[in-house]
């Protein structure tokens, strides 16, 4: 599958890439890129919830008032859960939220990902570029320049590139990660992926 490239004033350089079919153009399976993103998004999770359960709370232990007689319920603690102020029945505690997925399926879940992109016409290979200082204006005029400014992107780089990073971080519509840190997540959250001419030849590995 071959893809032209595109020049950061918009405009195509004439050359081509080749996107390897195993990679860019499987059968998307819908249950793999589920499992991921439920992982991924579960990783995210802190799980320091924490509510003081009745053995927890702060109060007496006496008995607030006799046994019987009363016409009500029975009561023998102030920190009951049917009283105002009393412990959380089954309240939540501290977890970790993460669980295991196999290194093939979580392959599979982000070639699926990137072969939606690519059926979409939603990604775009862009040429080799870096910034001499960081400046936010020239990153939103390569978006404007790419007609993407008012897209969710997601850019692809090779290496870790300070002064591109910098540049997009104050945009909140887009996002910067290396070819090492992407994941299916990223691929399917944003309206267009762009990958660097560079970042291609990586993608063997991916």
Do not use: W
């Not at 195993?22 to 802190?46: C, M, S």
């Not at 089954?90 to 993460?98: A, L």
């Not at 939103?140 to 971080?169: C, F, G, H, M, Q």
């Amino acid at each position: 599958m071959e893809l032209p490239v595109i020049s950061t004033s918009g405009s195509e350089t004439g050359k081509t890439v080749n996107l390897p079919d195993e990679i860019f153009g499987v059968t998307p399976n819908d249950h793999a890129i589920y499992l991921d993103i439920k992982q991924y998004l579960a990783n995210q999770r802190q799980g320091t919830h924490k509510s003081k359960e009745r053995a927890e709370i702060t109060g007496s232990t006496r008995k607030i008032k006799k046994q019987k007689g009363t016409g009500t319920a029975r009561a023998g603690s102030i920190k009951s859960p049917v009283f105002r102020g009393g412990g959380r029945v089954f309240g939540p505690r501290p977890r970790n939220y993460s669980f295991k997925l196999n290194k093939k399926l979580k392959r599979l879940a982000r070639r699926s990902a990137l072969s939606y992109k690519v059926t979409d016409s939603n990604l775009t290979v862009l040429e080799n570029f870096t910034f001499d200082a960081p400046r936010t204006k020239e990153y939103a005029a390569l978006l404007d320049n790419l007609k993407l400014n008012n897209s969710k992107t997601l850019l692809v780089l090779p290496n870790k590139d300070e002064n591109i990073y910098l540049s997009s971080r104050n945009l909140p519509k887009a996002k910067i990660v290396t070819i090492d840190s992407l994941n299916t997540y990223d691929i399917l959250h944003a309206d267009n992926v762009i990958v660097c001419e560079g970042t291609v030849e990586s993608f063997s590995k991916f």
